[in-house]
């Protein structure tokens, strides 16, 4: 009865992906500091982390890391808090 039903996580698009911390871990090597919020959208149809870390000079960082290979794809300073 449920031999078509397929296990997404067996799919590659769906299994090569880096872990959120591991995207943690890619970013805070670039950009030290305390992570203060995680999250995936996408960049110009690339599916990103975008990680955003206080630095100790109370700077806010995003960087920007593709879930699927976990090259970093842009560092940028916040100014409005958002």
């Known amino acids: 009865m449920y031999g078509n039903v397929y296990n997404y996580a067996q799919l590659p698009m769906f299994r090569q992906r880096i872990t959120p911390q591991q995207a943690q871990e890619i970013a805070l090597r670039r950009v030290p500091g ?30 920007d890391v593709v879930a699927k290979t976990g090259k970093i794809l842009k560092i940028e300073e916040e100014n409005d808090f958002d």
């Open 34 to 63: 305390q992570i203060i919020h995680i999250d995936m959208d996408l960049e110009n149809g690339i599916l990103v982390y975008e990680v955003f870390i206080l630095t100790s000079q109370n700077r806010v960082f995003e960087v």
